[in-house]
């Protein structure tokens, strides 16, 4: 991705003039930041942020309910703190995003991290590259 255009907007004075093509070029630069983090919003979501509580603990599907249907997609990160307060990490797999699908945990699968980060008997200095993995018959197999 390129980075966000500038306005091409020079600065003005009170009472100086704005054109039509100040306009415009501000226009340009705030639409491009909207999709911008619009694609952001669709790519990740921590459902304690989306439901204001910061220590809350979720279930997954209580979790995956908290973001709203039109910031959903495949391959979203979820993350939310779990029992435990242990910060949970989640990717969604499924084919469709509505709510029985976005719900059911058949649809998700976890992501270690987040347990490796915040396990007293692990220490996140300690975590070695375990290779690379592709997702294929429900489940995650290593490439290498």
């Known amino acids: 991705m390129d980075l966000i255009p500038k306005?091409?907007?020079?600065h003005k004075n009170p009472g100086d003039?704005?054109?039509?093509a100040d306009i415009n070029s501000i226009n340009d630069t705030v639409n491009t930041l909207v999709a911008v983090v619009n694609g952001f919003l669709r790519k990740w979501g921590d459902a304690n942020l989306e439901a204001g509580v910061s220590k809350r603990e979720f279930t997954l599907s209580e979790a995956a309910?908290?973001?709203?249907?039109?910031?959903r997609s495949v391959g979203m990160k979820l993350k939310f703190f779990n029992a435990g307060q242990v910060y949970a990490e989640y990717y969604y797999k499924g084919n469709t995003l509505d709510d029985n699908s976005?719900?059911?945990?058949?649809?998700?699968?976890?992501?270690?991290?987040?347990?490796?980060i915040n396990s007293e008997d692990e220490n996140i200095n300690n975590i070695v590259d375990g290779g690379?993995?592709?997702?294929s018959n429900n489940q995650a197999v290593r490439t290498e």
């Open 7 to 10: 306005t091409t907007v020079t």
């Open 17 to 20: 003039i704005i054109t039509a």
């Open 65 to 71: 309910m908290q973001i709203p249907l039109a910031r």
């Open 102 to 116: 976005w719900a059911n945990p058949e649809n998700w699968f976890a992501s270690n991290l987040g347990a490796a």
């Open 132 to 135: 690379e993995w592709v997702w």
